[in-house]
């Protein structure tokens, strides 16, 4: 059973455009949804999370909208830059009794062309 | 570098081998994580610590697998008799329990490749 469901699998934006990656959950014990931005041979690297209690978080050119009700999440990247190219991941945790452990969307490959 | 770092980077074993990786979390952190992602998925949890406790393993985490972290510092994940489906990224990740607090910091990974 997928508990984080992401689409696109891949995406392709022009410079300057706009990347929008969605993700729907299953489980409403999920109380933290963090973005990870992953490039070729690396590790996922952190870039911006979000609690059910807020619609709406921003950092810089990175925006999570979330939508409790419909048990959706979304990450916008304005101003799509060429080094934006890499994969990401949506994931989600059910709190710190449960581990924090994190169950993640399977991906999307965005490619910024310049 | 106060990242998480893990070790080897890379590592191609027979199958039939035995295996070891290393983490290291980042020095104030208290608990660590270990993933596994395969090519083109998302990394899937195998296995956690806090402190030197160990407090849940996946069902992933077959009997060949096993984890330490012997000091509640680093960690290692053996894995006994390599299988061909072993070959992954093994990640390590870690945080910083407690005052709600949820960010985990990953390594770079360690590439396994059973042939």
């Known amino acids: 059973q997928q508990q984080v469901k992401q689409s696109p699998q891949s995406l392709i934006v022009q410079k300057g455009g706009i990347s929008i990656i969605n993700c729907a959950y299953e489980?409403?014990?999920?109380?933290?949804f963090p973005w990870y931005q992953q490039f070729p041979g690396k590790g996922p690297a952190l870039l911006i999370a979000?609690?059910?209690?807020?619609s709406e978080k921003k950092e810089g050119r990175f925006t999570i909208s979330f939508n409790k009700s419909a048990k959706q999440f979304s990450l916008h990247i304005m101003d799509s830059q060429p080094g934006d190219s890499a994969t990401y991941f949506c994931?989600?945790?059910?709190?710190?009794?449960?581990?924090?452990?994190?169950?993640f969307g399977g991906g999307t490959r965005v490619l910024v062309k310049p | 570098d106060t990242g998480v770092s893990q070790n080897p980077r890379h590592k191609i074993t027979k199958r039939g081998q035995n295996v070891t990786f290393r983490c290291d979390p980042i020095?104030?952190?208290?608990?660590l994580y270990w993933y596994r992602q395969t090519l083109g998925q998302g990394p899937e949890f195998l296995t956690y610590?806090?402190?030197?406790?160990?407090?849940?393993k996946s069902r992933l985490l077959s009997d060949r697998f096993s984890a330490e972290r012997p000091k509640g510092s680093f960690s290692t994940l053996e894995i006994q008799r390599t299988e061909q489906g072993d070959s992954a990224m093994y990640l390590c990740?870690?945080?910083?329990?407690?005052?709600?607090?949820?960010?985990?910091?990953f390594g770079p990974g360690t590439r396994l490749t059973v042939t």
């Open positions: 990740a870690s945080s910083l329990a407690g005052q709600g607090r949820n960010e985990q910091y």
């Open positions: 489980n409403t014990a999920f109380d933290y």
């Open positions: 979000i609690r059910p209690d807020v």
């Open positions: 994931a989600a945790s059910k709190g710190e009794a449960a581990g924090n452990k994190l169950t």
């Open positions: 020095s104030e952190h208290n608990r």
């Open positions: 610590f806090q402190n030197e406790a160990q407090l849940e």
